[in-house]
């Protein structure tokens, strides 16, 4: 049973850096493909980044490339969001996402396995 657990949220500035965790569990974590989704109040559900399997891979969404970076660590079974200049439009609850299959491409918009969800609040 895959599970997934997001923390590291909170209440920042605008401008400040805030870093997220997903500690996944249950399967072998160093084949499948990790994304970041964030939904804000009243908004759909939008895709924030992605990382492939080996985390040599990345995509981001247009309104966060060049202020959040994604990255894994196979070791620990864990991916990580760091963001960087935040605004309040990043304000939302942030969810960590993997796939059914191994392998993925970070190109692939969808998921399968989704975490709880971390709140981020950015003050201006």
């Known amino acids: 049973q895959v599970q997934l657990v997001e923390s590291g949220g909170g209440l920042v500035q605008a401008g400040d850096s805030l870093r997220l965790s997903c500690a996944a569990s249950g399967r072998i974590f160093s084949r499948y493909r990790m994304g970041w989704f964030r939904q804000a109040p009243g908004k759909e559900r939008e895709f924030v980044g992605a990382?492939?399997?080996?985390?040599?891979?990345?995509r981001y969404a247009d309104s966060v490339k060049g202020r959040f970076t994604i990255s894994r660590d196979n070791t620990k079974n864990t991916v990580y969001l760091q963001m960087n200049s935040l605004k309040p439009e990043d304000t939302a609850v942030y969810y960590c996402?993997?796939?059914?299959?191994?392998?993925?491409?970070?190109?692939?918009?969808?998921?399968?396995?989704w975490g709880q969800g971390t709140q981020v609040t950015v003050s201006s």
């Open positions: 990382v492939n399997y080996n985390g040599r891979t990345t």
């Open positions: 996402a993997t796939d059914r299959e191994p392998w993925g491409l970070v190109q692939a918009n969808l998921f399968d396995y």
